[in-house]
């Protein structure tokens, strides 16, 4: 893949430290997680109640969805504590300069 394929997401100074922001980006509804210096993307949507993770916990690399407490790992998606069964669509991340890009494809 080109570096074309990478979508300017939003300024890595609008990420909240160690924690968990919405953004729409290209029309999806995205999470960015950071976790000392690294950020990760998935979907927003938790895959069992369809709450916004957004306004889930971060704790370390784990997601709960705000509605009934499941886990995700925000590294890849994978479901972490029941009752979350289905993987949530992660995404690559990278900053460059100040600002942070997805690659969504």
Not at 3 to 27: F, M
Not at 45 to 69: K, M, N, S, V, Y
Request: glycine residues 10%; aromatic residues 6%.
């Amino acid at each position: 893949m080109s570096d074309t394929n990478w979508i300017d997401a939003l300024s890595a100074d609008e990420l909240p430290a160690d924690d968990v922001i919405g953004v729409v980006v290209a029309g999806q509804d995205i999470a960015l997680y950071t976790v000392g210096d690294a950020v990760y993307a998935t979907d927003n949507l938790c895959t069992h109640g369809h709450a916004r993770l957004c306004d889930g916990f971060l704790d370390g690399h784990e997601i709960e969805c705000p509605l009934h407490q499941g886990k995700f790992d925000v590294r890849d998606g994978r479901p972490t504590c029941a009752p979350v069964a289905e993987a949530l669509r992660s995404y690559p991340v990278k900053v460059e300069g100040r600002r942070v890009l997805l690659r969504l494809g």
